[in-house]
């Protein structure tokens, strides 16, 4: 069971990353910003297929030697753990440094290119767009904050009936593997770390609110559909995410104050239940989504209009190895991921740092203190 779900992840991280720059819009290639009238030259199309035939061939390798070891050594679960989890990272790092290399030979084609040269840039705002926006409400996310806290409560109430070993670690079949003495911080660390995971989705939601927009200007009426729709399904994926790892988190501290309620059924197929979630709503997101919602169909296919040299605007500068954002003149804390699918952030805002460093300090420093 262990190795067909680690298995399973595995060749889904292969897949997935193989095929990414398929679920990009066609003007972002490789982190690099390409003029509509060039989103389809031989050269650039011949640089995709390349990263997917690499991508999913090493990876391919790694997952079939990977099987391999499993089923001729037969390691411990422990081992085999931490091996699957080592080749998931591998397998990332890989295709993370083919893309760079990707990214360089794109860098370079653009240059000789020039393709911007006889290009008029243009910046489409649309000032209704704010008021077009269909996010969740706000309430939605806030509700499992207000079930962690409530346990939080419920946990301190039932304190003296609780045993003196705390749980606080659970294996991938969902049974406890740490443990640690009962304290008051113990016995809520669970929860705690849920609402700070909470609170993280919220944020997320409300800084895609007040995140910038890429209008294409050859293609606004259509652009704007897809960059709406791409808001509106990442406010579900992160609302989804948020109650599925409420469900997981939730149960699993339960069990600690009411033992009677585990059944290692439960504890097997929750966790898995989870991850079959998380990776539907991801795969479902990359493919019907795509990034900056290109591979959404909202209507009738817009003819393109305009003047057939406007392009958008190159910030290639303020993209560092097209995966970094920096640009201090932008408000926005949350931008869309140029490699990828979903939202990455404005380094140059110091509320992005505070989003990435203020959760990894509080659980640091939770799991520190047990």
């Known amino acids: 069971m262990i190795l067909l779900l680690f298995g399973f992840i595995l060749l889904f991280i292969t897949i997935l990353q193989a095929y990414i720059p398929r679920f990009l819009k066609p003007t972002i290639v490789f982190g690099v910003n390409v003029p509509e009238q060039h989103e389809k030259d031989k050269e650039i199309l011949q640089l995709k297929n390349r990263y997917t035939a690499v991508v999913l061939f090493g990876g391919l390798v790694i997952f079939a030697g990977y099987i391999a070891w499993?089923?001729?050594?037969n390691p411990r679960e422990e081992v085999l753990?931490?091996?699957?989890?080592g080749i998931?990272?591998?397998?990332l790092f890989l295709s993370v440094a083919y893309y760079f290399i990707m990214h360089t030979k794109m860098k370079k084609l653009?240059?000789?290119?020039?393709?911007?040269?006889?290009?008029?840039?243009?910046?489409?705002?649309d000032l209704g767009f704010q008021e077009k926006l269909q996010l969740l409400p706000r309430i939605l996310f806030i509700i499992?904050?207000?079930?962690?806290?409530g346990l939080i409560f419920y946990t301190l109430i039932k304190y003296p009936q609780m045993p003196d070993m705390i749980p606080t670690h659970w294996g991938p079949t969902g049974e406890a593997d740490?443990?640690?003495?009962?304290?008051?911080?113990?016995?809520?660390?669970?929860?705690?770390?849920?609402?700070?995971m909470q609170v993280m989705f919220l944020f997320t939601s409300e800084g895609i609110k007040m995140s910038g927009t890429s209008i294409s200007p050859q293609r606004k009426k259509t652009s704007v559909k897809q960059q709406l729709a791409f808001r509106k399904y990442s406010s579900w994926l992160s609302f989804v995410m948020s109650v599925g790892v409420t469900l997981l988190m939730g149960y699993l501290h339960l069990q600690t104050i009411h033992p009677e309620i585990t059944s290692s059924l439960v504890m097997i197929a929750l966790p898995i239940g989870f991850l079959v979630l998380a990776?539907?709503?991801?795969?479902?997101?990359t493919v019907k989504v795509g990034q900056g919602g290109s591979r959404l169909k909202v209507g009738e296919e817009e003819v393109v209009a305009g003047n057939p040299h406007s392009t958008s605007v190159d910030d290639d500068r303020f993209w560092k190895g097209g995966i970094f954002y920096i640009n201090k003149d932008d408000p926005s804390v949350f931008v869309e991921k140029r490699f990828g699918v979903g939202w990455s952030v404005n380094f140059a805002?110091?509320?992005?740092?505070?989003?990435?460093?203020?959760?990894?300090?509080?659980?640091?420093?939770?799991s520190f203190l047990l």
């Open 349 to 366: 805002r110091p509320l992005a740092w505070l989003f990435i460093l203020g959760p990894i300090v509080l659980i640091i420093g939770i």
């Open 70 to 73: 499993a089923l001729l050594q």
């Open 279 to 285: 990776f539907a709503s991801v795969g479902i997101f």
């Open 88 to 91: 998931q990272i591998g397998v």
């Open 110 to 125: 653009k240059e000789k290119r020039r393709w911007f040269s006889d290009k008029n840039e243009v910046k489409v705002v």
């Open 81 to 85: 753990a931490l091996v699957s989890v």
């Open 144 to 149: 499992p904050m207000i079930v962690s806290i």
């Open 178 to 196: 740490a443990f640690s003495e009962k304290s008051y911080l113990t016995v809520i660390s669970l929860p705690l770390i849920l609402l700070i």
